[in-house]
């Protein structure tokens, strides 16, 4: 028999999220297998970050279920999560800025080892790994904006997640640097993570994502590879029939 880790990661059932009047997320359900990369599409005020914060804990849902790793989370709170195996980026990265970025690192890596020289060097081989090797003692505030978004993936990988969520981490990137952030995301899947990307970038989409999920007011309208949600008809004028602007 398979083991529920092995048919599915994450399993989000009918999940409701309400702010008052407002339904940031009606009913919506979703799986993520282990070793998946899944992609979350929608227009602004879609419900793609909400769903990012009802998965991490941020938000309790007013109905529906969460199991991760075969455990019932839904009632569990961000740092339960984050200890269970949940890990996540910012869409606005938040860096301590007056800490360098090794130390920023070492802020997620800090409760996994009994010393600061522990956590240094985890923390280090993070920063290695995400390609920030040469910018290790650089106080966070000098980064650009490319080599903030993988500090964020670097401070999240230290909190040795099996599941990261990634919010637009192409965001705000320019096309030269955009290559190596998609890069850096299929390094992460080989490393053995399964992930939930938030993108807007089709070409960031296409070359990362396994599945994809199309989201528009809360709601799942549509759900397949890449390929396939490129052909939605809602899709192709937001996505595609705006010239370049999110090629
Ligand atoms: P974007 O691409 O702009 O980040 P999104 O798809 O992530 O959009 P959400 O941020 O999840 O969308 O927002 C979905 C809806 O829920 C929006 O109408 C938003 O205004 C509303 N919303 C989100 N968070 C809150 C909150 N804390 N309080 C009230 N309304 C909220």
Redesign the pocket.
């Known amino acids: 028999m398979q083991s529920p880790t092995q048919a599915s990661l994450l399993k989000v059932d009918d999940i409701t999220m309400a702010?008052?009047g407002?339904v940031?997320?009606d009913k919506l359900s979703l799986t993520v297998k282990a070793g998946e990369i899944l992609a979350l599409m929608?227009?602004?005020?879609?419900?793609?970050?909400?769903?990012f914060h009802v998965i991490a804990g941020v938000h309790m849902p007013n109905s529906g279920t969460i199991t991760f790793d075969g455990q019932d989370i839904t009632r569990l709170r961000p740092d339960g999560r984050c200890r269970a195996g949940i890990g996540r980026t910012f869409?606005i990265t938040q860096p301590f800025a007056e800490l360098t970025v090794v130390e920023n690192v070492m802020v997620g890596a800090l409760p996994h080892h009994r010393t600061m020289a522990e956590a240094r060097a985890e923390a280090r081989r993070y920063v290695d790994m995400v390609g920030l090797g040469g910018r290790a003692d650089v106080l966070a505030k000098g980064l650009s904006t490319g080599q903030r978004k993988r500090l964020e993936m670097a401070r999240a990988m230290a909190t040795r997640p099996k599941l990261l969520l990634l919010d637009e981490v192409t965001g705000g990137v320019d096309m030269k640097s955009l290559p190596g952030i998609i890069e850096l995301v299929k390094k992460l899947r080989d490393e053995g993570l399964t992930l939930i990307i938030?993108e807007h970038n089709m070409k960031a989409i296409t070359e990362l994502a396994d599945r994809a999920i199309f989201?528009n007011r809360?709601v799942r309208m549509a759900e397949g590879t890449p390929a396939e949600i490129a052909s939605h008809p809602e899709v192709i004028e937001l996505y595609l029939g705006e010239g370049d602007a999110h090629a």
């Open positions: 702010f008052g407002i940031a997320v929608g227009p602004n005020g879609a419900g793609k970050t909400t769903t869409q938030i989201m809360g």
